[in-house]
């Protein structure tokens, strides 16, 4: 027949094997959307990202020092350039709360403020007067 053509037996081979071989089922992912990255490198598109994420190496928390990390290899790259291997888990860290003299105190309604004595005057203004008497006396 003209136009046909004519598959090498390998070929063929091949192609009746592809087909009788089941097909993988799709993977489904089960990956913990709230996870921290699986893989990380600082950069300026990622500080966001690098500053909420704290990472555990060898079951030990590591400072802020990392420079990028990846679980699946294991491995961890600190800010001077060393890379080291081990086992490697990100963890979120916990929003830092303020320290406690930046907290506002409460105001209470019960108890209104004490009214401030307008009238008095300020210790640099009281020693000046004071001053100015004693030499009012002298001159008498």
């Known amino acids: 027949m003209r136009g046909s053509r004519i598959l090498p037996v390998g070929v063929l081979s091949a192609i009746a094997a592809a087909a009788l071989v089941p097909r993988r ?3 489904t992912s089960t990956v913990d959307p709230n996870a921290p990255p699986r893989r990380l490198r600082l950069s300026d598109s990622t500080r966001h990202i690098c500053v909420r994420v704290g990472v555990l190496f060898n079951s030990i928390s590591m400072p802020r020092n990392v420079y990028a990390y990846d679980v699946d290899e294991g491995w961890i790259e ?4 060393k890379r080291l291997y081990g086992s490697v888990e990100p963890y979120w860290r916990q929003p830092e709360s303020p320290p406690l003299s930046h907290v506002e105190p409460l105001v209470s309604i019960i108890d209104p403020p004490a009214p401030t004595n307008v009238d008095r005057l300020s210790a640099a203004e009281e020693k000046r007067a004071r001053k100015a008497a004693k030499r009012a006396a002298a001159l008498r």
């Open 25 to 27: 089922p799709a993977i």
């Open 78 to 81: 600190l800010k001077d350039g």
